[in-house]
């Protein structure tokens, strides 16, 4: 089976942090996304990445950046968080050209106060 | 922009089946019809795709009109497993997946 694991469930920062979400696949997926998901908004791409220091912009780039050094990780990063930042953040991965056929983390819970 | 319609919920009694609308009247040729559910707090699932054929798998069955501006999911048998929110999506290619806000479906025993 798949595996998708990302590094916390829930996650409190203060505003202004850097803060680090992580994400690692284990089925050697040369795709990697980062979504956030947030009522009566749904499910919003932010990054993805097709391979190693690849790196693509979604719809929500802003305020966001990503890193992907090694295949089976791909990290979000946000530079100095805001309150509006508070969201629920998915990962999910896939083989290349199946983009279809998403695999989806469990999710980070993040608050920002 | 999802490029799709959903009804916001639905309701299912539970051993029914359940048939989640989708309109998707702008879709191109060489677009498929793409189904994720979502579990309460857990991430989205892939469910089942398809391009003007219907399909049928473990899961469900997608039925396309012949003019492919809508399509149904149909759970044949739901179970209060089945209670998510279910999304409709149309893509091209290997674009990323764009999530609109989906169907919340209720199983009801």
């Known amino acids: 089976d798949v595996k998708v694991t990302q590094s916390s469930r829930y996650l409190v920062k203060r505003t202004g942090e850097k803060v680090f979400l992580e994400c690692v696949q284990d089925?050697?997926?040369?795709?990697m996304f980062w979504y956030r998901q947030d009522p009566g908004l749904g499910l919003r791409l932010i990054y993805f990445?097709?391979?190693?220091?690849?790196?693509e912009k979604g719809d929500i780039p802003e305020g966001y950046s990503v890193s992907r050094e090694k295949k089976e990780r791909f990290s979000l990063i946000l530079e100095s968080a805001s309150t509006n930042q508070t969201s629920m953040y998915l990962c999910?991965?896939?083989?290349?050209?199946?983009?279809?056929?998403?695999?989806f983390g469990p999710g980070t819970r993040l608050t920002v106060t | 922009d999802a490029k799709t319609t959903q009804p916001p919920s639905m309701d299912c009694a539970e051993g029914r089946a359940a048939n989640l609308p989708c309109n998707h009247s702008t879709i191109s040729g060489n677009e498929y019809v793409y189904w994720y559910r979502q579990i309460h707090s857990q991430g989205p699932q892939y469910i089942i795709h398809?391009?003007?054929n219907n399909e049928t798998n473990e899961m469900a069955s997608l039925i396309i009109t012949e003019d492919r501006k809508s399509s149904t999911l149909i759970l044949p048998h739901a179970t209060l497993r089945d209670t998510a929110v279910y999304y409709c999506i149309v893509r091209v290619g290997d674009t990323p997946l764009v999530f609109g806000k989906g169907t919340r479906l209720s199983v009801i025993a």
């Open positions: 398809g391009l003007k």
């Open positions: 990445s097709y391979d190693v220091k690849m790196k």
């Open positions: 089925m050697d997926h040369e795709n």
């Open positions: 999910a991965s896939s083989l290349l050209g199946r983009q279809d056929e998403q695999y």
